[in-house]
C-alpha cells in the first residue's frame, strides 16, 4: 500500500499547487480594473447576447470559484465576487462560462457526451474505491481471487467512467476558454493588459481540470496493476 500513499501525496501535492496558484492569479487580476466599467454579469449578458441567446439567465450564486453553467436550467452562475466585479479575472470567468452556453446552444459534441455521463459518474464514483480495495481485501482473505477479483473489476470499471469523465471534461472547458477569450478581443471588451490577465486566470483554471484527469488516470492505471498483479 505504500505506493498507494505515495501516488496519493504526489497528486494530493500536484493539485494543491496549481489550486493555490490559480487562486493567487485570480486575486492578481483582480485588482486590474476593467476600462469599460462592466461588471462580471453585465459582460455575461452582453456576450449571450452577441451570441443570440436569450434564453439564459445570469444569476449570482454564493462562495469563492463556485460559478458554472447549468445546462438544466439554462443559468449561468456567478460567483458573488465575479457578478458584482468590474476587473479582468470577473471577465475571464463571466466570459467561460458564457462559453459553456454557447456550447450547449451550438450542441458541441464534448459537451453531450459530458452531460450523459454525468448523472451515471454521479453513482458510479461513489463506489468505485471502496469495490477495488474491499475485492483485493477478499481475494488476500480467502487465499484466492475468486468473487473478490471481479467485485475489484467492476470497481476499476467505474473508476474508468470517471477517468473518461474528467478527460472529456478537457476539451470542453478548453473550448469554452477559447470562445471566451475569442469573443474577449473580437469584440474588443477589454484592453490588450486586460486581456493577458483574462487569458493567464483562464490557462490556471484549465490546469485544475488537467491535472484531476491526470491524477484520475494514475489512480486508474495503478489499481488496475494491483488487480491484474493479484491474479498471477
Known sequence: MMGFYILIGVISLVSWLVSNTLKSKFKKYSKVQLRNGLSGAEIAEKMLADNGI???????TPGMLTDHYNPQNKTVN????????????????AAHECGHAVQHATAYSYLKMRSQLVPIVSVTSKFSQWLVIGGLVMGAASGAPGIGLYIA??????MGLATIFSF???????????????????????????????????????????????????????????ILGSRD
Open 54 to 60: 436569450f434564453d439564459v439567465k445570469v444569476i449570482s
Open 78 to 93: 456567478l460567483s458573488e465576487g465575479v457578478y458584482n466585479q468590474r476587473n479582468a479575472a470577473a471577465a475571464a470567468v
Open 153 to 158: 473489476i467492476a470497481g476499476l470499471i467505474f
Open 168 to 226: 472529456v471534461t478537457l476539451p470542453v472547458e478548453y473550448d469554452a476558454s477559447n470562445r471566451a477569450l475569442a469573443w474577449l478581443k473580437n469584440k474588443n471588451m477589454v484592453s490588450q493588459e486586460e486581456y493577458a490577465g483574462s487569458e493567464d486566470a483562464l490557462k490556471w483554471a484549465a490546469r485544475t481540470y488537467l491535472v484531476a484527469a491526470l491524477g484520475s488516470l494514475a489512480m486508474l492505471l495503478y489499481w488496475g496493476m494491483r
